[in-house]
Structure formats: structure tokens, C-alpha cells
């Protein structure tokens, strides 16, 4: 039997609610921790389980606040579930938050190095591929300015080019694919494509339904951190958008 190259089993994971009515003086405080009051928590995912193949392309949908990002976040590392387990076998890249770990007042030179070790790489590899990283960003002249300085398209354009540059076994995409132009859109589209053909596995968090038919190779439907559905993209994208829930 062959081994999956992700893993999740009963997997969930649970946040604090925000709280209401917050006390506005320190008596107020005082009085709350006094008598220690129970926080409120809700499961943002609550018993997920699915298994994707090495070189699988899975989409997950699903409306805003059904636990997507969490999940991809999840299985990037970033965070514990509360229940349940995570199996990842290869390197990930992770196109969640762009540019997340970029530090402002460094320059975009300084930033790919921080964020290619960061990555796994090492500085003599980072090296070999500077140049292609600054060819797809296209920021060869504004690259020894501070990151403060870029606008928020020229920050994604340097964070995807970091990311698909170290040749992650597991490719993670939050909805990078339906933001910047049609010049941005179209290069990110080929690389993905370039991947998907070297057998790299992908996640896929997108609102765009006919991106997911287009290149997944089956979905995950998410419905208040649950599984509604999992299986081809066109049964589970129809059933989707005859819902009551989109």
C-alpha cells in the first residue's frame, strides 16, 4: 500500500471566542479574574479526515469562516491541532499569508535570503537561484530598496517567487491564484502548471469554482469545520453552488 503524502485523521482544532462586553475599568477587571470566568470556544475544525497521494492536486472549498485557511495552516506547520493528527512526507511550500515573514526595513535582496533559509535552503542555494527569483518578481530595480517602500502587488510578486523557488514537495495556495493582474495571474498559473507536471503535490483554497474544475484533481468541501463533501471536482463544485450555503 502506498503511503499518502498528507494524512489528517480526526483532525480539530478549536478557538476562543471574542469576548463581549469587556470590562472598561480595573474594578470591572479585578472582578472578572476574581471569579475566573469561562472562556467561550468553538471548533473552527472538527473531526476532518482525508488522505492526499503524492502528485494529487486537491481543492478545498467552501464559504468564508468554514476552517480552509486553518486546515492549510494546519498542515504547514503553522499551529497544533487540539484533536486528532497530521501526517506530512516532503517539504512544504506554503502560499498563505504572502509575505507574512518579510521584515519592512530590510531590502527585497535581504528578504529572499531570510526567507529561503527560513524555507530550508541553504545561502549557496538561495544563491543559484537569485537570479530566477528576481527575473519572476520583477523587482531587479527597486531590489536594494526597503520592503516599506513596495507596494502590496510588489510584496506578493517577490513572496510567490521566494516560494515556488525551493522546490517543495508539497505545494500549499490560498488564494494566490485569483489576486494581482492578468500578467501576475498567468505567470503563477504556468508555474503551477510546471509543477503539477514534476509530480508535486497541491492544496488548493479558492473561491473560484472553474479554477478548481480547471485544475484540480478532487475537492474538499468544508462546512462549518466539517467535511460536506470530498470527492471529482465537478460532483462536489455543482453540489456546492446548488447550496443553500454559497
Given at each position: 500500500m502506498i503511503k499518502p503524502v498528507i494524512s489528517v485523521q480526526g483532525l480539530g482544532k478549536k478557538f476562543r471566542r471574542n469576548l463581549v462586553n469587556l470590562p472598561s475599568t480595573i474594578r470591572q477587571m479585578f472582578i472578572r479574574r476574581l471569579f475566573k470566568r469561562k472562556y467561550d470556544y468553538y471548533w473552527c475544525l472538527d473531526d476532518v479526515t482525508f488522505e492526499v497521494a503524492r502528485g494529487q492536486m486537491v481543492g478545498i472549498i467552501g464559504q468564508n469562516?468554514?476552517?480552509?485557511?486553518?486546515l492549510l495552516r494546519l498542515i504547514g506547520g503553522v499551529g497544533r491541532p487540539d484533536?486528532?493528527?497530521?501526517?506530512?512526507?516532503?517539504?512544504?511550500?506554503?502560499?498563505?499569508?504572502?509575505?507574512?515573514?518579510?521584515?519592512?526595513?530590510?531590502?527585497?535582496?535581504?528578504?529572499?535570503?531570510?526567507?529561503?533559509?527560513?524555507?530550508?535552503?541553504?545561502?549557496?542555494?538561495?544563491?543559484?537561484?537569485?537570479?530566477?527569483?528576481?527575473?519572476?518578481?520583477d523587482l531587479d530595480s527597486v531590489l536594494d530598496n526597503p520592503l516599506r517602500t513596495y507596494s502590496s502587488g510588489m510584496r506578493m510578486r517577490l513572496a510567490f517567487a521566494v516560494a515556488t523557488n525551493i522546490d517543495p514537495d508539497i505545494l500549499l495556495i490560498d488564494e494566490i491564484l485569483s489576486v494581482g493582474d492578468h500578467i501576475f495571474q498567468s505567470k503563477c498559473k504556468q508555474r503551477i502548471d510546471r509543477f503539477k507536471?514534476?509530480?508535486?503535490?497541491?492544496?488548493?483554497?479558492?473561491?473560484?469554482?472553474?479554477?478548481?474544475?480547471?485544475?484540480?484533481?478532487?475537492?474538499?468541501?468544508?462546512?462549518?469545520?466539517?467535511?460536506?463533501?470530498?470527492?471529482?471536482?465537478?460532483?462536489?463544485?455543482?453540489?456546492?453552488?446548488?447550496?443553500?450555503?454559497?
Open positions: 469562516g468554514s476552517g480552509k485557511s486553518t484533536k486528532g493528527s497530521l501526517e506530512v512526507d516532503g517539504r512544504i511550500g506554503a502560499l498563505l499569508d504572502l509575505g507574512a515573514g518579510f521584515h519592512n526595513d530590510l531590502t527585497g535582496r535581504d528578504n529572499i535570503y531570510i526567507s529561503g533559509v527560513v524555507a530550508g535552503l541553504t545561502r549557496r542555494q538561495i544563491t543559484e537561484r537569485f537570479d530566477e527569483i528576481v527575473a519572476f518578481a507536471q514534476k509530480g508535486c503535490t497541491m492544496l488548493l483554497v479558492s473561491h473560484d469554482m472553474e479554477q478548481v474544475k480547471n485544475l484540480c484533481d478532487s475537492v474538499i468541501w468544508l462546512n462549518n469545520g466539517k467535511i460536506k463533501g470530498y470527492g471529482s471536482p465537478d460532483e462536489i463544485t455543482t453540489a456546492y453552488q446548488k447550496s443553500d450555503m454559497i
